[in-house]
Nanobody, 117 residues
């Protein structure tokens, strides 16, 4: 059984920081090529935030988070993280962890991030 479980979402003031965690089953963490983060705000489509490729080690970021967010993984803990700094109100969304391999895609249930004063 494959599984992705997000945690770390919270209410934070603008300019603050959060670290999101995605705990993955070992089959996903080591056998899926890409683990990453997407987000979906009310009234908007789900959008790409960041990902990391297990095979190449490469990282990708959406333009709107470059310089503020960092994705990294801990192989010993089967966990991928999203460190979010300098948060803005427009970062408010449900953040989803995503794993993919060829045409197979799995999603976590999401964690709510709210940036508000």
């Amino acid at each position: 059984q494959v599984q992705l479980v997000e945690s770390g979402g919270d209410l934070v003031q603008p300019g603050g920081s959060l670290r999101l965690s995605c705990a993955a089953s070992r089959s996903i963490f080591f056998n899926y090529d890409v683990l990453g983060w997407y987000r979906q705000a009310p009234g908007k489509e789900r959008e790409f935030v960041a990902d990391i490729n297990w095979r190449s080690g490469s990282r990708k970021y959406a333009d709107f988070v470059k310089g503020r967010f960092t994705i990294f993984r801990d192989n010993a803990k089967n966990t991928v993280y999203l460190q979010m700094n300098s948060l803005k109100p427009e970062d408010t969304a449900v953040y989803y962890c995503r794993g993919s391999r060829t045409t197979v895609v799995v999603w976590g249930q999401g964690t709510q991030v709210t940036v508000s004063s």
